[in-house]
């Protein structure tokens, strides 16, 4: 290992951390060149080494492993060390899973690529292999083809591949795309063409016009590169930047609202039937805060769902993978912040429970440390779930804005956001008459908004449908339960109803107006808040230009219902609508998304191993598996080629592979053997017992007659007897690495007979043969 090693190691580290710019938008910010910089130091660093020692590849990636683990966890998770310097199971295991999991992930969690844990070690594995599969061809390979252009070359592969795989994982913001690709371009090239030398030039002239030759080049391919490069950026700002095409935007899988039950469709299981039900603990909110549970952008005239995202992807968003730190939602208009910690006690479905706009979402006690890959956002709805549910005990953390009120006249004159949310099935006509009456002289979108708000709170009564009520409210929200809500004499329901009426009748006025589910909790003093069933509460939400999305509370003060609610003799025909049938459930048959899903699940009395032993035993078996595997594939490879040696084949072929056997195994030992000797002249230089071994193979291949099975079989035991004999010379660790190691056989002459004469062989054959001679 000399200059041209250490310089081939620059350029190859150089080209690795150019091409690594590219992760920059992925991870949000530059604390990845770290993870990088660790990389390049595991892979060129044991190919290096190995080098230098003379380890044989296979060594050398085990080294390499090694090294891996053991320097990950200071260089790609600093935050998961002990005490700076050892790594924990936890971390051993993110970077066992970085191979295989991180490239899935990165694609489908939303940027910054924050948690889970193991994407933050997929620039450190990246950088890692490539410089090491680059650098072994450049020191292996390379040496052994002087003259060859190809293997440098191919090393060039190493530096591209990260390349490649930081415009996979990346978005549609590149980091000077253009500039960088004219940079890696320009460096590799220069670096072939220099990389030969002057070695086979023996005049000094002749070396003197060659590097002027080459320098000539040099600037002139800098030159063309520069000017390529600026045109190029030129260009591409101007009509590729647009079409970019983002891996992400093409993988991501969509989350499926139709697998999920309607939240709102079990809003009286809350209010109903487990009002006194303690559902979550609740700290850091304020007087006047409303807890966001479902936004519901689809009405199908049986419930408000959320929108499929094959139809209106762009309006409503996706519930999309996402890391801690969530997409962000620039459609908002906040002075505000909090900052909420929540405690899971008798809720069980997917939704989460958020406030506001969501910036920063932790998982961080109970199950869901373990299950951050089941979490879903989305931006534009300022919710997220969980697709396997919450459980009791389970606790995370929120960050969030909160949306400023707007203050009286400030929306007046404002514009409704143009969103595009899937059609709807016709309005009942008793609910488009009332709608008429109610936005009657009103021009305005606000005015109208709140022209129907203050109708529907001033008209309408309150009623959950309980025992304790005047008069019975029937559960639903569907186009039949919308009927019979405006045609009796007075509006009975609750939130459910009178939400979903109040978007219907935006939307019926050209409104992009959407359900929101949720509770409204009384602030406590002591800082922790105990949401109930009783808690749970809807609105309506409409999104304003330039303010962002503004709450509407058409449901009524909890008052008296009057008695007589039969409906008013109708002097006119009204258009027959055709509804669809009721959809009022049972009690028992309210249930949640999550509970639906786990009816379907194993009991949970059923024994199950804790999570600490599943993750030491993935954590341990994972290196131990990249260790051994290695091994035993080299030991079962040594072993066939014994068994071909020794039992297929003519008898001298046979003979022969007892010495090729024998003296390879010399060889793994450590032994020096010497390249194109005789078989005697090979024995006198490695050890005396193989004098005999010499000689009757030779006798084997040149004598009169084959030998016999028992010849042979004394053979390769007299062959064995010499090496077990070397072994007890050597130490402890040069036999187990003979054990696991190819060395490679040196060549060394050997005759046998032939069709036509004698022919020429080579010790390390398992067949010796060769040329005529």
């Known amino acids: 290992m000399g200059a041209r090693s250490l310089v081939d190691a620059g350029v190859i580290a150089a080209l690795t951390t150019l091409a690594s710019l590219g992760f920059a938008p992925a991870y949000g910010s530059g604390w990845f060149l770290l993870a990088v910089a660790g990389g390049l130091l595991v892979g060129i660093g044991p190919a290096l080494i190995g080098a230098r020692l003379g380890l044989t590849r296979v060594n050398t990636v085990l080294v390499a492993i090694a090294s891996y683990f053991l320097f990950g966890t200071a260089f790609a998770l600093p935050q998961s060390d002990l005490g700076g310097v050892l790594p924990t199971l936890a971390a051993l295991a993110d970077l066992a899973r970085a191979p295989v999991f991180a490239w899935r992930d990165a694609v489908t969690l939303s940027t910054p690529l924050l948690e889970p844990g193991h994407l933050a070690a997929l620039p450190y594995f990246v950088a890692a292999a490539c410089s090491l599969v680059s650098m072994m061809l450049l020191l292996w390979v390379a040496p052994a083809r002087p003259h060859a252009v190809w293997p440098p070359t191919v090393a060039l592969l190493g ?15 590149s980091v000077a795309g253009v500039l960088r690709g004219g940079i890696f371009a320009a460096v590799a090239l220069v670096w072939l063409s220099w990389r030969r030398g002057f070695g086979n030039v023996a005049s000094k002239d002749a070396r003197r016009a060659l590097f002027r030759a080459r320098a000539l080049g040099t600037g002139v391919l800098v030159l063309v590169a520069a000017l390529l490069t600026t045109a190029g950026g030129f260009v591409a700002s101007a009509t590729v930047a647009d079409q970019r095409v983002v891996a992400r935007e093409q993988i991501t899988p969509p989350f499926d609202p139709l697998s999920h039950t309607s939240p709102l469709a079990g809003f009286r299981e809350y209010s109903k039937l487990n009002p ?8 850091g909110l304020q007087g006047g805060d409303r807890i966001r549970l479902a936004t519901l952008e689809s009405y199908s005239g049986k419930s408000w769902q959320i929108a499929d995202p094959q139809q209106s992807l762009e309006a409503a968003g996706s519930y999309t993978l996402s890391g801690r730190v969530v997409p962000s939602n620039p459609f908002v208009t906040a002075s505000s912040q909090r900052h909420l910690d929540v405690t899971i006690r008798d809720y069980s479905d997917i939704w989460l429970p958020s406030v506001g706009v969501p910036t920063d979402v932790n998982l961080t006690g109970g199950s869901l440390p373990e299950r951050r890959g089941d979490f879903r956002f989305n931006a ?4 997220g779930l969980l697709t396997s549910g919450l459980r009791e005990g389970d606790t995370y953390e929120i960050a969030a804005l909160v949306q400023d009120l707007p203050i009286e006249g400030q929306l007046d004159n404002a514009d409704v956001v143009d969103l595009a949310y899937p059609d709807m099935p016709a309005a009942p006509a008793a ?3 009332r709608l008429q009456s109610y936005v009657a002289g009103e021009t305005s979108p606000y005015l109208q908004l709140k022209a129907i708000e203050n109708a529907l709170m001033a008209e309408g009564y309150f009623s959950h449908g309980t025992a304790s009520d005047t008069v019975p409210s029937r559960a639903g929200h569907g186009l039949d339960r919308m009927q019979e809500l405006f045609e009796l004499r007075y509006l009975v329901g609750d939130e459910e109803q009178y939400a979903s009426a109040m978007a219907i009748m935006a939307r019926q006025l050209g409104f992009p107006a959407r359900v929101v589910m949720g509770y409204a909790p009384e602030v406590t003093s002591d800082g922790t808040t105990e949401v109930r069933g009783s808690d749970v509460t809807a609105w309506v939400e409409v999104p304003f230009e330039r303010f962002g999305w503004v709450a509407f509370d058409p449901t009524p003060e909890r008052t008296d219902v009057p008695v007589n609610t039969t409906t008013d003799p109708q002097s006119k025909p009204k258009a027959q609508v055709r509804q669809p ?3 009022q459930e049972k009690p028992d048959e309210l249930l949640t998304s999550a509970d639906e899903r786990r009816q379907e699940e194993e009991p949970d009395d059923e024994e199950t191993l804790p999570g600490w032993i599943l993750t030491l035993g993935v954590s341990l078996a994972v290196p131990l598996a990249l260790f051994f595997v290695p091994l035993l594939v080299i030991g079962l490879l040594k072993r066939r080629r014994r068994r071909r040696r020794q039992h297929e084949g003519t008898p001298d072929l046979r003979a022969a592979g007892a010495w090729s056997d024998s003296i390879d195994r010399y060889a793994e030992l450590g032994y020096a053997v010497p390249p194109r000797r005789t078989r005697a002249q090979t024995a006198a230089a490695v050890h005396p017992s193989l004098a005999s071994i010499a000689d009757r193979s030779d006798l084997a291949v ?9 010849q042979l079989a004394l ?3 007299d062959a064995d007897a010499s090496v077990a004999e070397a072994r007890r010379s050597v130490g402890f660790w040069r036999r187990l690495r003979g054990r696991f190691a190819f060395r490679r056989r040196q060549r060394a002459v050997s005759w046998r007979r032939g069709t036509f004469g004698v022919h020429r062989g080579t010790a390390g054959n398992d067949r010796p043969g060769g040329e005529h001679v």
């Open 581 to 583: 049938p009721q959809t």
């Open 702 to 710: 040149f004598g009169d007659e084959l030998p016999t099975e028992e």
């Open 431 to 433: 609910l488009v008459e």
């Open 380 to 383: 534009r709805a300022s919710g």
């Open 159 to 173: 530096p591209l591949a990260v390349l490649a795989s930081a415009i996979f994982i990346g978005t549609d913001d």
């Open 276 to 283: 006194d039900a303690v559902l979550f603990d609740a700290t």
């Open 715 to 717: 053979l390769w035991a």
